[in-house]
C-alpha cells in the first residue's frame, strides 16, 4: 500500500464528497472537478460501451472544437479495438491502469487511437478507471502529455474508483425514477398515515412497492442508506409484520397506496 500525505488524503475525501453530490450540477461536471482536485494537468473522458453497440462519451478533452463531434465518434470506433485497456475491460477486470504499463510509447504511437485522437489534445499518458455498470463496460480516463503518473497517482485513482461507480450507478437510478419520484410527491397518503406512518415513511414505503433496495430509496430521497434502515424497520413495527415483502404484500392487498 502507499503511502499517502495527510493533505492528498484530505483532497480525496473532498473529491469523494464532490462526486456524491447530487442535484449539484451534472454528474460529468463533477466527476471531472474532483479528478482535477488529484491530480496536475489534466482532462477526462468517461466513456460507457453498451452491449447493443451504442457509445456514450462524456469529456472535456481540448480538441478542436470543429473536429470534437468527428473525433468522439472516431473513439467509439477505434477504443474497442485499438485501447490497450480494452481487452482487460472485456475480461471483468476493475483495477485501475497505468497506460504505459499495457503499452510503450513506441507501440502506441502506431496506432489509429494516438495519431487521430490523442495527437488533437497532445495526450500521452493515461489512467483508465474501469467501469462495469448495468448498460454496459467503460471507464473514466485521466489524461496528460508530459511526464506520466506515479505510482501514488494510480493509487489515488484506485481510491477515487468506488465512487465514480456507485455515482454513475446512482445517476442512473436517478434518472430512471425521476417521473415517478414526481407522481409520488402528489399520491395522497391518508390512509397510510391514519396507520400511524409519518410522511417519509410513506414516502419510503412507496418505493417499497416499487420493489427499491434501502441503498436506492436513500439515494432517490436524498437520505442515508442508515435512514432508509430506521425508515423500514419502522414501517414493520407500525404495520405489524416482520419482513419487507409482508408489508409490500399487505399495503397492496388493502389497497392503501
Not at 436524498?222 to 430506521?230: C, E, G, K, P
Not at 424497520?233 to 409482508?246: A, F, M, W, Y
Amino acid at each position: 500500500m502507499v503511502s499517502l500525505p495527510s493533505e492528498t488524503w484530505k483532497r480525496v475525501t473532498e473529491a469523494s464528497r464532490l462526486i456524491h453530490a447530487h442535484g449539484h450540477g451534472e454528474l460529468s461536471g463533477r466527476l471531472f472537478e474532483a479528478a482535477e482536485m488529484l491530480f496536475e494537468g489534466i482532462c477526462c473522458a468517461f466513456e460507457i460501451y453498451g452491449p447493443d453497440g451504442s457509445h456514450l462519451i462524456w469529456e472535456n478533452v481540448p480538441f478542436p472544437e470543429a473536429k470534437r463531434e468527428a473525433i468522439q465518434q472516431r473513439v467509439g470506433e477505434l477504443v474497442p479495438f485499438e485501447h490497450p485497456a480494452f481487452p482487460y475491460l472485456m475480461e471483468g477486470s476493475r483495477s485501475c491502469m497505468r497506460m504505459s504499463d499495457l503499452i510503450s510509447q513506441r507501440e502506441l504511437k502506431k496506432t489509429h487511437l494516438y495519431n487521430e485522437v490523442f495527437c488533437e489534445a497532445e495526450v500521452k499518458h493515461q489512467i483508465v478507471i474501469p467501469l462495469h455498470a448495468s448498460n454496459g463496460v467503460g471507464g473514466m480516463t485521466l489524461n496528460r502529455g508530459g511526464r506520466d503518473y506515479s505510482e501514488e497517482d494510480l493509487f489515488v485513482a484506485s481510491l477515487l474508483a468506488p465512487h465514480v461507480i456507485t455515482a454513475y450507478e446512482s445517476n442512473l437510478l436517478l434518472k430512471e425514477v425521476a417521473p415517478k419520484k414526481e407522481k409520488k410527491m402528489k399520491l395522497d397518503y391518508t390512509k397510510l398515515r391514519e396507520l400511524g406512518l409519518t410522511r417519509r415513511e410513506s414516502e419510503v414505503m412507496s418505493w417499497m412497492v416499487e420493489g427499491k433496495r434501502d441503498s436506492e430509496i436513500g439515494t432517490i430521497l436524498s437520505i442515508s442508506v442508515r435512514t432508509a434502515n430506521v425508515h423500514v424497520r419502522n414501517i414493520l413495527t407500525k404495520l405489524g409484520v416482520e419482513t419487507r415483502t409482508t408489508a409490500v404484500a399487505h399495503v397492496m392487498n388493502e389497497g392503501l397506496l
